[in-house]
């Protein structure tokens, strides 16, 4: 998730944790085309500092959801726009695999144990976060209304018209979140959870972005529940003006409506700048990357040992989540999309 950007200050070689490169000022960068979703966001000076060290002209592309970004991979794998991609997570990665889009990678980032999750075998976990409920504390205190204890009491009529989610065609948390109501309930009863949530004035955002900063309460809009993020309360402290000491929102964390997602970076099959991808894919899991994608893309690192910034106290983490298998992602979103659509929008 990326709420805003910051300045970040530039950081010492050292602690980059890459080796120093001799790259003469004559020497021609060599150019590295990374595709990345619309919230790949690091600090300018990182990055530049990146280029200098490895020697490397690197060039973004931003292709819009992780699920798009993906597409546009599988529709050009005959001739690769990109030699590296960041941001496959673990409801893509099976089906990146099965499409033949992304190389394995075994180098010393893939061998280093992970926080969180691992992804798929020579894909490199980069970070993670958890998609949940997240309230507004001023509207729920407002109403007096207490907060659901289940997924099963927002059917109820005292909490018609409070939800908004995003379209699980169309985001990937959307997706994500309807992937944990059928892992956490049960796919019979996770769909009909569905069917009495359309009857009790569910509404539906086609992305995260419209749905946070349009239909929550937070935000102006008419909705004090919203599917967001277990760090977008840290978020929340790190970007107010008014420099609040606690989040004026909170995470729900409740059965069903968690789910754990994973983002790596992989290579590209047949991409062109091997070497400055391997490069970037170590760089990704550096100490520098590391700490800085916290507060710049609101992830948890996958580095273990990693000092997190103060503000992520309020990224709290749940006991547990509902995650279905790689494999049973792979085969069933496509059908379990249909189903909802055909459940809560027609």
Do not use: C
Request: proline residues 6%.
């Amino acid at each position: 998730m990326k709420l805003k950007k910051r300045a970040f200050s530039l950081l010492a070689a050292t602690v980059l944790g890459l080796p120093l490169l001799a790259v003469s000022a004559s020497s021609a960068a060599q150019e590295l085309r990374l595709i990345a979703h619309q919230s790949f966001s690091l600090p300018k000076p990182l990055l530049a500092q990146f280029e200098a060290q490895s020697g490397v002209k690197l060039s973004v592309v931003k292709a819009g959801d992780a699920g798009e970004m993906l597409n546009k991979l599988i529709l050009t794998k005959a001739n690769p726009i990109a030699d590296v991609v960041y941001g496959l997570d673990n409801t893509l990665i099976a089906k990146a695999e099965a499409s033949g889009v992304i190389e394995a990678y075994a180098g010393a980032a893939q061998q280093r144990p992970v926080a969180g999750a691992e992804l798929a075998a020579g894909v490199v976990s980069v970070d993670y976060g958890f998609v949940t409920l997240n309230y507004d504390r001023a509207a729920f205190a407002k109403s007096g209304l207490a907060l659901p204890k289940t997924l099963e009491e927002l059917t109820q009529p005292a909490y018609r018209d409070l939800l908004v989610v995003q379209n699980p065609a169309t985001s990937s948390p959307g997706q994500a979140f309807l992937l944990a109501t059928i892992s956490g309930l049960g796919e019979a009863a996770a769909f009909d959870w569905w069917a009495r949530m359309r009857a009790n004035g569910v509404k539906v955002a086609k992305g995260w972005s419209e749905a946070y900063y349009t239909e929550f309460t937070r935000n102006g809009g008419t909705r004090p529940l919203v599917v967001s993020y277990a760090s977008s309360p840290a978020a929340e402290v790190f970007y107010s003006k008014e420099k609040i000491t606690e989040p004026p929102t909170g995470n729900l964390f409740l059965k069903g409506g968690v789910f754990r997602q994973v983002e790596g970076v992989a290579l590209v099959k047949g991409g062109a700048a091997r070497e400055a991808a391997i490069k970037f894919i170590e760089f990704m899991r550096s100490p520098a990357v590391q700490e800085a994608l916290q507060t710049t893309m609101w992830v948890l690192p996958a580095e273990p040992a990693i000092k997190r910034p103060d503000v992520m106290r309020f990224a709290t983490e749940p006991a547990s989540s509902d995650n279905p298998s790689a494999k049973t992602i792979a085969e069933k979103s496509p059908e379990w999309v249909d189903r909802w659509t055909k459940t809560v929008l027609k």
